[in-house]
């Protein structure tokens, strides 16, 4: 079965200073893996998608994720803080690798970003 | 740019009550979720839904709720008899198959509130 394990459950972090937002995940085949971002009171928005093609993805606002198989590990990060990243972050992996799958979400990390 | 929207934002109701909660997936989009997020707890896949059936549930999708595509637009869930533990954020999510991947556009969500 697919998993995903977000290490830290917050990670602070003052502006204009890197974001690293930590993600193993667990698959029994080359997995689809995805961050999504949700924003207080907001919904669930696509910051970036792994789908096989290259192991550095970049995603909107900056942000971008690698890839390694050999480390089952996808992380999320950005070089240079700003005040509106502040929002839960969710590591996510496709059930199956085709349509209509369901998506597994990790348990979420809260980034906090300091004046 | 084509939209997930769900109706209404916050929904409050009395225990035992039935609530019905309604989706616009995007146009094109074959495929439909259901998802939920309790108060400080990761999201949470209840079931997915295509060509007028559902495909998949978990566990937490028990005989209280059920799905429905009354229409060409709207997707809705209902839950017969509300619970406290109902209580939940419920984000609709629709996904078209690109071939490679199973990417997931999710609505806003709606805040159900059991009294």
């Known amino acids: 079965a697919q998993s995903v394990t977000q290490l830290d459950s917050h990670v602070s972090v003052s502006e204009g200073t890197p974001v690293l937002l930590r993600c193993n995940y667990s698959?029994?085949?080359?997995?689809?893996l995805f961050w999504y971002v949700q924003h207080p009171n907001k919904g669930l928005q696509l910051l970036l998608k792994y789908t096989s093609a290259a192991t550095l993805v970049k995603g909107i606002n900056g942000f971008e994720a690698e890839f390694k198989k050999s480390e089952t590990s996808f992380h999320l990060t950005k070089p240079s803080a700003h005040m509106s990243d502040a929002a839960e972050y969710f590591c996510?992996?496709?059930?199956?690798?085709?349509?209509?799958?369901?998506?597994?979400f990790g348990q979420g990390t809260e980034l906090s970003v300091k004046p | 740019e084509p939209e997930v929207t769900q109706t209404p934002s916050h929904q409050v109701t009395q225990m035992g009550q039935e609530v019905i909660l309604r989706c616009v997936p995007i146009?094109?989009?074959?495929?439909f979720y259901w998802y939920r997020q309790i108060l400080g707890q990761k999201v949470e896949f209840l079931v997915s839904?295509?060509?007028?059936?559902?495909?998949?549930k978990s566990e937490i999708f028990d005989d209280q709720f059920s799905v429905e595509r009354p229409d060409g637009s709207n997707f809705t869930l209902k839950i017969r008899s509300t619970k406290l533990e109902d209580s939940a954020m419920y984000f609709c999510?629709?996904?078209?198959?690109?071939?490679?991947?199973?990417?997931?556009?999710f609505g806003p969500g709606t805040r159900l509130t059991v009294l």
């Open positions: 996510v992996v496709s059930d199956r690798d085709n349509q209509g799958g369901k998506l597994i």
């Open positions: 146009s094109n989009h074959l495929y």
């Open positions: 839904f295509y060509n007028n059936e559902i495909s998949e």
């Open positions: 698959s029994s085949y080359s997995p689809s």
């Open positions: 999510a629709s996904s078209a198959w690109t071939g490679t991947y199973n990417e997931q556009f």
